[in-house]
């Protein structure tokens, strides 16, 4: 079945370091790929999205492609701010999962001042 | 103004007793879900309303029970509680058609605790 592997966090960085998290995935069809953040306290929100091979997906200044070769969709953001301190999550949907998201299983994102 | 509350945000309650949590969506949303988060931030669906009808029903314990009483509110019921029921309960909705099209608007949690 459909499934998603993320990089185990958590992930400590300074401010205006570069960030990658990286997540890979399984699936048998052409899912579409999600990345997720969820800030303290609160739900989850969608951050950015790609649905085909090779598409970028960007927002607030991360970026994300879809490498249907690599099975990645790999977080970036070139440079991070305290305020991006969150749980970052890699999902996928397609017909295998009945359109549902597959989740992974989160990596915690702390950024040092 | 909100777009998906839940009510209450902390449930602390003992062993064996009987609560709900109830969730409302002010987006006009065919589709609801239920997650439970555990303390490792994992994220596991429960269960899925489409127009009121049950259409994802994962393996939770029958002592889960959810009800739909209009499209717009999702409450869960859950009986005799467990230790291992604590964590974040999170309802979402979606446009028809699930979160292939459509993002998932999550409300803010549920912390259940049980002693």
């Known amino acids: 079945g459909d499934s998603v592997t993320q990089m185990e966090g958590p992930v400590t960085l300074s401010e205006e370091a570069f960030l990658t998290i990286n997540c890979t995935y399984t699936?048998?069809?052409?899912?579409?790929l999600f990345w997720y953040v969820q800030y303290p306290g609160e739900g989850l929100q969608l951050l950015l999205k790609?649905?085909?091979a090779d598409d970028k997906g960007s927002n607030k200044g991360f970026e994300a492609t879809y490498r249907k070769e690599t099975t990645s969709f790999h977080l970036e953001k070139g440079s991070v701010q305290v305020s991006d301190s969150a749980v970052y999550f890699c999902?996928?949907?397609?017909?295998?999962?009945?359109?549902?998201?597959?989740w992974g299983a989160g990596t915690k994102l702390i950024i040092k001042p | 103004d909100t777009a998906v509350s839940q009510t209450p945000k902390y449930l602390v309650t003992q062993m064996g007793n009987d609560k709900s949590i109830k969730c409302e969506q002010n987006?006009?949303?065919?589709?609801m879900y239920w997650y439970k988060q555990d303390s490792k931030k994992f994220l596991k669906i429960m269960f899925s309303?489409?127009?009121?009808?049950?259409?994802i029903n994962e393996t939770v314990p029958n002592r889960f029970s959810p009800k739909s009483p209009d499209k717009a509110h999702l409450n869960l019921h859950i009986n005799s509680l467990e230790l291992g029921d604590s964590a974040v309960y999170f309802c979402?909705?979606?446009?028809?058609?699930?979160?292939?099209?459509?993002?998932?608007?999550f409300g803010n949690g549920t912390r259940l605790t049980v002693t």
């Open positions: 979402a909705s979606s446009l028809q058609g699930g979160s292939y099209n459509s993002p998932l608007h």
């Open positions: 987006l006009g949303h065919d589709t």
């Open positions: 309303y489409n127009n009121k009808e049950l259409i």
């Open positions: 699936a048998t069809g052409y899912p579409s």
């Open positions: 790609a649905t085909k």
């Open positions: 999902a996928l949907a397609d017909m295998d999962s009945n359109y549902q998201l597959i």
